[in-house]
Nanobody, 120 residues
Framework: QLQASGGGLVQAGGSLRLSCAAS????????IGWFRQAPGKEREGVSC????????YYAGSVKGRFTISNGNDKNTVHLQMNSLKPEDTAVYYC???????????????WGQGTLVTVSS
């Protein structure tokens, strides 16, 4: 029900744009989050957005480099990743949950993950 895409191989300093697309529902009442998991590490939250109000939240490690945004339709969210570093290498997942304010603490839907590899 969530499809994450846009991963790939990029050199350090480069950019990628990830997309999260919902099928079977729209994001109107949802918060959408991006998470990542590097090999041997725990999954960590990267960013989230309240689709209805556009409020955004970022982890300190990506603030100023990554931008989360609503897509042009009601079932897509993007994560623009600039100035990528080798430590950004991970499988990136998107998730969605009912939104009130702030990043949801529990997530109802998860995408399958897309691999981002940043070479030095």
């Amino acid at each position: 029900q969530l499809q994450a895409s846009g991963g790939g191989l990029v050199q350090a300093g480069g950019s990628l744009r990830l997309s999260c697309a919902a099928s079977g529902f729209t994001f109107d009442d949802y918060g959408i989050g991006w998470f990542r998991q590097a090999p041997g590490k725990e999954r960590e939250g990267v960013s989230c957005i309240g689709f209805s109000d556009g409020r955004t939240y970022y982890a300190g490690s990506v603030k100023g480099r990554f931008t989360i945004s609503n897509g042009n339709d009601k079932n897509t969210v993007h994560l623009q990743m600039n100035s990528l570093k080798p430590e950004d290498t991970a499988v990136y997942y998107c998730a969605a949950a009912t939104y009130t304010s702030g990043c949801p603490r529990k997530w109802d839907y998860w995408g399958q993950g897309t691999l981002v590899t940043v070479s030095s």
